[in-house]
């Protein structure tokens, strides 16, 4: 049987167009691909990209704070003009949707700007009603946020729309504390508006180190983000022009918007699986194996339609492995069980690989290090925020199990961390590396002696 393609690509996101690339312009499929919305997908258009350039607009006032600390006495930053930098934010986006556009179709890849819907194991059928065959599909959907089920919540807003604002809310809610709820509130606050967090948890950001969670917590709160714990929405309505937010300690607070951020779900729905067999779990993410394919051999899927590590690194490099092992002759699997992360929270990140305390607690005995330190920048300004770094040490093996950084460009520092531990390094190879002073980072290098020692199911005693 002949097919139109050898590719074809439903998803013109992170993996999918690192799919499409690799499998195109190295080892010269033909592939087509269908995007429905825009080009670069939730990274670039509503996600990692703008989050990112809203958290430097957002860091202005604090960096005016701490230029009054050097001796520029009268550094204000005055307001912020949303319209001025929405009109360049969405410059940016278009020019990298165009470069995203560019690069692929320059790799020989042939885009459809429509939805694709599959028909069969080898056919999808586009909006505008043309098929296409494919030697394999992979699909590359990626994920949509999800809202919690409660009356109202259609009033809520979602993170896509807080790059679409026409103007700022003077006072907004935040819905979540997870990835999304705590950057938004830190990006909200930062921009002037009155923010307030609701989280149903004791801590912000579950799946983190406790300790890091906690400082992340009152960083939150200090910055004046009225962050409250125990707390979720139970009914929204309009109330004169405002939306009235009822909660479950039965209080009633207004704003002008609410965000859910309350977590992302699988975009598998009206893909026409059903017309496949692919299996899907109760999550609505496609069950893949190792090599990202499905219970169908046709149909391959990647990124966040998975659900594996949600992650646009993790999308990347599960594009660029399937591609290789189906069409590069180079058998590839993508290895989940160490990946770095960054929360993009200010002014210090929280950054983390490996295992958290609690984890290492549940695998048996491992040494706790741990700094904490106000580093040289901001303590001359006269500013509190603190740092905090801890490694986790197999007493055994010697290996380093786990690294967390709360501070300043905490994520740039985990991507270098992130090298050694994936290598396996030990405490003794932290040990033997040089400090380059005076750095934030020399501390992880320095940490001499172990806080504590931590055993299975036992509370931590000291060393
Ligand atoms: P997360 O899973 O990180 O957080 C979801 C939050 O919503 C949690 O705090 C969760 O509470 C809360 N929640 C879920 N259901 C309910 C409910 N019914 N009522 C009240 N609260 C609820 O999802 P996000 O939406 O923040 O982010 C989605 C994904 O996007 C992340 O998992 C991450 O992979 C990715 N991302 C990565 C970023 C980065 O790398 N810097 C930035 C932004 C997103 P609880 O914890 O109690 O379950």
Redesign the pocket.
């Known amino acids: 049987m002949t097919f139109d393609y050898d590719l074809f690509v439903i998803g013109g996101g992170s993996g999918g167009v690192r799919a499409a690339r690799i499998a195109a312009g190295e080892h010269g499929a033909r592939v087509g691909l269908a995007e429905e919305s825009r080009m670069g997908g939730t990274c670039v258009i509503r996600?990692?990209v703008p989050?990112k350039l809203m958290i430097f607009a957002a860091q202005a006032a604090q960096m005016a704070d701490e230029m009054r600390g050097y001796g520029w006495c009268h550094a204000e930053t005055g307001p912020f003009d949303w319209h001025f930098f929405r009109e360049k934010l969405d410059e940016e986006l278009n020019r990298l949707e165009r470069a995203y556009t560019h690069n692929a179709e320059k790799s020989g890849v042939e885009i459809h700007h429509q939805r694709a819907r599959l028909v069969d194991h080898h056919t999808v059928e586009l909006a505008d009603g043309s098929r296409k065959t494919a030697k394999h599909i992979l699909i590359a959907v990626g994920?949509r946020?999800?809202r919690?089920?409660?009356p109202g919540e259609e009033l809520g807003l979602i993170?896509d729309d807080l790059f679409l604002l026409e103007d700022l809310p003077r006072r907004a809610l935040l819905?979540?504390?997870?990835?999304?709820?705590?950057?938004f509130a830190t990006i909200l606050n930062g921009l002037g508006v009155d923010t307030m967090q609701?989280?149903?948890?004791d801590a912000?950001?579950?799946?983190f180190d406790r300790e890091m969670r906690e400082m992340a917590s009152l960083q939150i709160q200090q910055l004046g983000v009225d962050l409250r714990l125990g707390l979720?929405?139970t009914r929204l309505e309009k109330d004169a022009g405002r939306i009235a937010t009822h909660f479950d300690d039965g209080t009633v607070e207004h704003f002008d918007a609410v965000f859910?951020?309350?977590?992302?779900q699988p975009y598998s729905w009206d893909l026409g699986l059903e017309n496949t067999g692919v299996h899907r779990k109760e999550s609505g993410a496609i069950e893949v194996d190792e090599w990202s394919q499905s219970s169908v051999p046709s149909i391959f899927a990647v990124g966040?339609v998975t659900n594996r590590?949600?992650?646009?690194p993790v999308a990347i490099r599960e594009g660029h492995a399937f591609a290789d092992t189906v069409f590069g002759g180079r058998a590839r699997k993508v290895d989940h069980s160490l990946i770095a992360?960054?929360?993009?929270l200010r002014p210090h990140e929280l950054a983390t690989i490996g295992l958290t305390e609690e984890q290492a607690r549940l695998r048996g005995a491992a040494d706790v290090y741990s700094a904490v330190f106000r580093p040289m920048r901001s303590m001359f300004a006269g500013l509190d925020a603190r740092t905090l770094m801890k490694l986790l040490v197999d007493p055994e093996t010697d290996k380093v199990l786990g690294c967390h950084i709360f501070g300043p460009d905490a994520?740039e520092m985990i991507q270098l961390a992130a090298i050694p531990i994936t290598m396996g390094a030990t405490k003794a190879d932290f040990d033997a590396t040089m400090a380059v002073h005076p750095t934030a980072a020399e501390e992880l290098v320095t940490m001499r002696h172990p806080v504590r020692r931590i055993r299975e199911e036992t509370d931590p005693g000291a060393v």
């Open positions: 996600g990692c989050k994920g946020p999800a919690i089920g409660i993170s819905v979540g504390g997870g990835f999304i709820a705590c950057e609701a989280y149903r948890g912000v950001l579950r799946g979720s929405p859910f951020a309350t977590g992302r966040d590590v949600n992650l646009t992360s960054a929360v993009y994520g």
